[in-house]
């Protein structure tokens, strides 16, 4: 009885490093915020004043916070079925074999893992008023030069064009684990009732 309770001690004490650091650098972060909420700060002379909720109150108040949370709203209301939708239609194209079909899970994966900060210098060129890749191409096919993240009004399109391109991959990948689960004779099935790539089976219903 004492081996084992002495070796049931053992898997906590592999993960007491990675709970530790995540006590220390997440969650003790997080819960000193939400103290210091409730609290007016004076960093210079080191003193905390308890004040209740209004500094959420003047959060509410304030017109610069209403604004950011409607464009972030607005930002993942746009994103999120974009991406969603691009990376199912990646993943059907490459649910299949071959050396050809693996190159490119790849290449369409590789955004995934570049860096945010990579990532934004790349964009950051592209999108560049003067010599950008984009408004090169633009300019090319007779089309007029964008200022593209210095307007107003195309910077957060342009930000969501360069989320959606990093984050595709990684949701082709989760829908294509799910593809690799649906089993072939499910597949043949649906061939067999009319369905494809475009159409499901459902219109083949009046021919049986």
């Known amino acids: 009885m004492t081996r084992r309770r002495a070796w049931s001690v053992v ?23 939400l103290r210091l909420s409730f609290y007016e700060v004076r960093p210079i002379a080191r003193t905390q004043e308890f004040i209740g909720l209004a500094n959420f109150a003047e959060l509410v108040r304030d017109p610069v916070v209403l604004k950011a949370t409607v464009n972030t709203l607005l930002f993942n209301l746009a994103v999120t079925p974009v991406q969603v939708v691009l990376a199912l239609g990646l993943a059907v194209l490459v649910n299949r074999k071959g050396r050809v079909i693996q ?9 995934a893992v570049i860096s945010l900060v990579v990532a934004s210098i790349i964009w950051k060129l592209m999108y560049a008023p003067d010599s950008g890749l984009i408004n090169g191409l633009l300019i090319a096919v007779g089309l007029p030069a964008q200022t593209f993240l210095t307007s107003q009004s195309q ?22 684990a799910g593809l690799k689960e649906i089993p072939e004779s499910l597949q043949e099935a649906a061939i067999v009732d009319g369905a494809g790539p475009g159409r499901s089976g459902d219109g083949c219903s009046g021919s049986q």
């Open 11 to 33: 898997p906590y004490l592999f993960i007491a490093p990675a709970m530790l650091g995540f006590g220390l650098f997440k969650l003790y972060p997080i819960m000193e915020g």
């Open 103 to 111: 190159a490119f899970r790849s290449f369409f994966f590789m955004p």
């Open 155 to 176: 910077a957060m399109a342009s930000l969501m064009g360069m989320v959606v391109w990093k984050g595709v991959g990684y949701w082709m990948v989760i829908l294509l």
